[in-house]
């Protein structure tokens, strides 16, 4: 059976800087104060972006001192692949069978 798409997980990636910021934290867990550096966008901008990803589960936080670190929680983004890899092997396969519902 093929598992649903999470719509507002998608809706969480979508954004330009946000994926950005899912890009940086692949390669690293950083704070804020790095994310800001490496995106130019504004504390209070970057903040909001952060807490959309961290409500949609994409990343997590680490309280350091004053600082608050991010990581990327790898298996939400590879369970979302997973789901359209799935989809993309049901497509191929409906085209191989040329399924087509027919018009009334």
Do not use: W
């Not at 504004?42 to 909001?48: A, C, I, V």
């Not at 807490?51 to 929680?73: F, K, M, S």
């Amino acid at each position: 059976m093929l598992m649903s798409v999470d719509t507002e997980l998608i809706r969480a990636l979508a954004d330009p800087l946000r994926i950005r910021i899912v890009t940086l934290l692949a390669r690293e867990t950083l704070c804020t104060t790095h994310l800001v550096e490496e995106t130019g966008a504004r504390q209070t901008n970057l903040s909001n972006h952060l807490r959309i990803l961290r409500e949609a589960g994409v990343v997590e936080t680490e309280p350091c001192g004053r600082y608050t670190y991010y990581r990327l929680r790898p298996e939400v983004i590879a369970q979302l692949a997973g789901r359209f890899t799935e989809l993309a092997a049901t497509a191929r396969a409906t085209a191989a069978a040329d399924v087509k519902r027919s018009c009334p």
